[in-house]
């Protein structure tokens, strides 16, 4: 499906629309629409209704679990246990709905008709909403001494640009509104987020792949959970791109090269994220699929110029070959542990086929080039035979390179032993595909490996003979190669943080002084570019006798606000004061003491060990009993209690008792420890 608003998607005429932006009760920001109801926002609804289903069947399983561990009762326990068999057959079936979610790749793609093998896009990961008006309006009134109220319709405008990119439209313009709220979060860290303390803003997001909840008090899950979402909208675009186009094809390249740009770039600058579809492991195969889909359609724009000849075929064979290369590189890291527990089957699936399918392509080709071709008189054979000698890494029967290709005999007998391995691997596809049930849904899928193979088949045919079976020859490996290697498109920088007035820095109070120039001596010169700062104060001047310090900041100048004002705009402003003087306003910095560790509360639900998890405290079990500590037993109402003891940085279900924990994984906490006590719910 595509982006078409539906008709009970669209806005009204009749809906009276504001300067501001809002339509009726909605807001709508470029971009972002929440009514267009297409197959994409119903399987992200999907996927969110699925996540809040887990979320509720592994508090019942976390408390069943308690429940077990605290009773001694036979009875009690026989139905506690009845209880857990249910809820982890509930867990099951939720997990493999929202893999068939993943699987969805029918959805992503372009509904025109269009011979083209279907490509993997990402499911865009889910959140809750967040109401920064409390913590951010107290935040504004004890750090920086401003009314709160002053900010309201900012703070709406941020709370609307969030709520906006839950719901991206898959265009330009939605890249670019999740790129703008990641340029807002720099700015909101360094403003609000101070290494000293935490002001209660809790971030939750769903893992794409497991449903699993995280929830932590740092930006930078927010920031990191941003980023994948932009990466899995480059990818949406490119499913959605006209590839029977060459427009359509050089979209696709250009934003699935980006995709695996931001990808790349979020595994390198957000290291140790909590969630399980951010882990490092799963970035590098996420990006490493992105590029191989995105060099499988450099080969559909070569295939589509292509031209009978012996040189061009030498050529598509190397570019079928290099595709068949990275979709093997992929398929291998998407096998092994702990990724193939938690990568849908369709997608290894996919790269398996795609790697055989490419590969057989890539034998035809030279068959076809072999057979079909000779080398006439007019032909330049030097650029033949530099060609052909780059084919293999060594020639057949060692023979020369150009000795082959002007006998006849030996070009046909090369080709045959390469049509057959052509054959073989297209079976093997076909076999590959049979064995996943979503992927035998895929209908264009089996139809393009179907005909190919036939083409194959129907060209042994023609060159069949009985010798074949006395005379076999084994068709040497392809070296693959491309012209055109697709490559990361690394995302730009944004904008950079405040260095003065953030969250980081300390001042004291705003101090009201008044300023009297002696001859039109202000007793201090100002240095900096925003804001300005005093230097070179005299201690014998007025301004000094007031209770000006050397190195204070200058916030306003009477009723002006001068925070953001360089030097020449805050000389301006004191250039006309006369001898009667002008109120302002300073600021003195306080040196920050040793920053205590972030808080940062990770809720895993007690899922198998993902790498959410690895951030879990020690068992306890291996402690002697004089060490070990018990946890205070939680109420009904705050089961996401986190104990202040545990070296954990991460919101758990509910334990009657630390000691009998019984987690089978020993790995040291991946977060800092946190050392105040803090509620998820």
């Known amino acids: 499906m595509t982006d078409t608003i539906l008709p009970n998607g669209q806005i009204p005429d009749t809906v009276p629309r504001k300067e501001n932006g809002r339509a009726g009760n909605g807001y709508f920001k470029k971009g972002c629409n929440p009514l267009c109801q297409t197959g994409r926002s119903k399987l992200q609804s999907q996927r969110a209704h699925l996540n809040q289903q887990i979320i509720k069947q592994m508090r019942l399983r976390a408390g069943a679990e308690n429940l077990l561990k605290a009773s001694s009762n036979n009875k009690v326990r026989e139905s506690v246990l009845l209880e857990l068999s249910y809820v982890n057959a509930n867990l099951q079936l939720l997990m493999e709905q929202l ?210 000849l012996f040189l061009s075929l030498l050529k598509m064979a190397q570019e079928a070959a290099k595709v068949s290369e990275m979709y093997d590189a992929v398929h291998q890291s998407m096998i092994q542990s702990p990724i193939k527990d938690n990568v849908p089957l369709f997608w290894s699936t996919m790269a398996q086929v795609k790697t055989s399918h490419y590969r057989s392509l890539a034998h035809y080709f030279i068959a076809t080039a072999l057979i079909d071709h000779q080398v006439s008189p007019g032909d330049d054979e030097d650029q033949h035979e530099k060609a052909f000698s780059q084919l293999y890494d060594a020639m057949p029967d060692a023979r020369a390179p150009l000795d082959i290709l002007r006998s006849t005999p030996d070009r046909q007998r090369i080709g045959k032993a390469h049509l057959r391995r052509a054959i073989l691997d297209h079976e093997e596809a076909l076999r590959v595909c049979s064995l996943c049930r979503e992927l035998k849904r895929v209908d264009i899928l089996r139809e393009i490996l179907a005909a190919t193979h036939k083409r194959s088949l129907a060209k042994f045919a023609l060159y069949e003979e009985e010798d074949d079976f006395t005379d076999y020859m084994e068709a040497p490996d392809i070296n693959s190669k491309s012209e055109h290697r697709a490559e990361m498109e690394v995302p730009g920088s ?142 009904l109402l705050s089961w996401g209690l986190k104990n202040k003891y545990k070296s954990s940085s991460t919101l758990s279900l509910p334990t009657t008792d630390s000691s009998c924990s019984t987690l089978p994984w020993h790995k040291p906490p991946a977060f800092p420890s946190s050392y105040n006590d803090s509620s998820l719910y």
């Open 494 to 635: 944004t904008k950079g943080p405040l260095s003065v007035f953030s969250a980081k820095q300390r001042w004291t109070a705003p101090r009201t002084l008044r300023l009297r120039p002696e001859d039109r001596d202000l007793g201090f010169t100002l240095k900096g570019d925003a804001p300005s700062q005093i230097q070179s104060l005299d201690p014998l001047c007025p301004a000094a006798m007031a209770g000006l310090r050397e190195g204070d900041y200058l916030v306003a100048v009477g009723d002006v606000d001068c925070k953001w004002m360089g030097v020449s705009q805050v000389m301006r402003l004191l250039r006309d004061v006369d001898e009667s003087g002008v109120d302002i306003q300073v600021v003195s910095p306080i040196e920050s003491t040793s920053p205590l560790p972030p808080k940062s509360a990770t809720y895993c639900g007690g899922l198998p060990k993902t790498y959410s998890m690895i951030c879990l405290a020690m068992d306890d079990e291996e402690k002697p009993r004089s060490a070990r500590r018990v946890a205070k037993k939680p109420s």
């Open 99 to 308: 893999e068939g979610l993943n699987s969805s790749v029918e959805v992503y793609q372009n509904t025109q008709e269009s011979i083209c093998i279907p490509l993997i896009a990402l499911g865009m990961k889910e959140t809750k909403d967040i109401d920064f008006s409390v913590p951010f309006k107290d935040f504004l009134l004890e750090h920086y001494s401003e009314d709160g109220n002053d900010f309201q319709e900012e703070i709406a405008d941020l709370m609307d640009q969030r709520q906006a990119c839950r719901t991206p439209s898959r265009s330009v313009e939605g890249v670019e509104l999740l790129a703008s709220y990641f340029s807002q979060l720099a700015l909101l860290e360094n403003r609000f987020f101070s290494p000293n303390r935490q002001i209660g803003l809790f971030f939750t997001w769903y893992d794409t792949f497991t449903g699993v909840p995280v929830c932590q008090q740092n930006i930078s899950l927010e920031r990191a959970s941003v980023l994948f979402n932009m990466a899995a909208l480059y990818s949406q675009i490119a499913t959605r791109s006209q590839r029977h186009t060459a427009h359509g094809l050089q979209e696709a390249i250009n934003t699935l090269q980006s995709a695996a740009g931001v990808l790349h770039h979020l595994k390198e600058t957000f290291t140790h994220t909590p969630s399980y579809d951010m882990s490092p492991a799963m970035l590098s195969m996420l990006s490493r699929m992105m590029l191989a889909q995105a060099q499988e359609c450099v080969f559909e724009r070569t295939v589509a110029s292509i031209r009978n």
